[in-house]
């Protein structure tokens, strides 16, 4: 096994896919190698959080349980 260089799928930018991540994909059974860049992964969850963050306090506002 050596180290692969992927390209992210969202930036566009190379990034390098170590020997050492690869044992971690396998141990973990994840079968799919990595299509996002690591900036790019954390960009996409904080993103994600965010959006489930704005989801529960909308849903407090909606469901009555909001401060007065």
Do not use: H, L, W
């Not at 050596?2 to 991540?21: A, M, P, R």
């Not at 790019?40 to 506002?61: E, G, L, T, V």
């Amino acid at each position: 096994m050596s180290d692969k260089t992927i390209t992210c799928k969202d930036c566009g930018n190379d990034f390098v896919f170590t020997v050492g991540e690869q044992e971690f994909y396998q141990e973990k059974g994840f079968e799919n190698e990595p299509v996002r860049c690591p900036e790019c992964r954390r960009a996409r969850k904080a993103n994600r959080n965010q959006y489930r963050n704005n989801r529960n306090s909308n849903s407090d506002f909606f469901s009555g349980n909001r401060a007065a």
